[in-house]
Antibody, heavy 121, light 108 residues
Framework: QVQLVQSAGGVVQPGGSLRLSCAVS????????IHWIRQLPGKGLEWVAF????????EYADSVQGRFTISRDNSRNTVYLQMHSLTVEDTAVYYCAKDRDNWNDGDFDYWGQGTLVTVSS | EIVLTQSPATLSLSPGERATLSCRASQSVRSFLAWYQQKPGQAPRLLVY???NRATGIPARFNGSGSGTDFTLTISSLEPEDFALYYC??????????FGPGTRLDIK
């Protein structure tokens, strides 16, 4: 049974940092790409970052490039999103999601439960 | 960046009726378009991928069609649990992967 379980979010001051985690079961992160997607309060969905199954290829949205880093720990079967230099515009519910197909990547067949990150002074 | 627009923004229908949701891309995405359903407080759920392929466990009343720039999600006979938000998403040209703004399907 595929599951993605996300860590709790939190409240961070502008300029601060936070690391989100996404622990998976039912598959291994070394065999599947993982995305992070966020949803601003009451708004639509915005793709944030992707780590390909090879663990090497990474992609980021322009809005987070240079501030966010996606990584994984194969031994823990967990993917992380390290976020730095946070601004109020980063306030959102963050979802991790499994890529549906390693050879046709770019859509999401299983999602985590979501984590609220609030950036506020 | 490929921009997706969805219409209508809100659709009000009754159970048993047929729902037709549209998604238009700013340039061709070939058939690389997915549809998701989201209910309040929940993560999105994949319904259809590559324009017309139902995801695992998705009922047959959900059907996707289209290619290029114009796509449709049809729900043949609405069940009470189908009233939700629906998003389209393209993977033809990325990064970034992009989503439409959503269509809210309300009970009339």
């Amino acid at each position: 049974q595929v599951q993605l379980v996300q860590s709790a979010g939190g409240v961070v001051q502008p300029g601060g940092s936070l690391r989100l985690s996404c622990a998976v079961s039912g598959f291994t992160v070394s065999d599947s790409g993982i995305h992070w997607i966020r949803q601003l309060p009451g708004k639509g969905l915005e793709w944030v970052a992707f780590l390909r199954y090879d663990g090497i290829n990474k992609e980021y949205a322009d809005s987070v490039q240079g501030r966010f880093t996606i990584s994984r720990d194969n031994s823990r079967n967990t993917v992380y999103l390290q976020m730095h230099s946070l601004t109020v515009e980063d306030t959102a519910v963050y979802y991790c999601a499994k890529d549906r197909d390693n050879w046709n990547d770019g859509d999401f067949d299983y999602w985590g439960q979501g984590t609220l990150v609030t950036v506020s002074s | 960046e490929i921009v997706l627009t969805q219409s209508p923004a809100t659709l009000s229908l009754s159970p048993g009726e047929r729902a037709t949701l549209s998604c238009r891309a700013s340039q061709s995405v070939r058939s690389f378009l997915a549809w998701y359903q989201q209910k309040p407080g929940q993560a999105p759920r994949l319904l259809v991928y590559d324009a017309s392929n139902r995801a695992t466990g998705i009922p047959a009343r959900f059907n996707g069609s289209g290619s290029g720039t114009d796509f449709t999600l049809t729900i043949s006979s609405l069940e009470p649990e189908d009233f939700a938000l629906y998003y389209c998403q393209q993977r033809n040209l990325w990064p970034p992967l992009t989503f439409g703004p959503g269509t809210r399907l309300d009970i009339k």
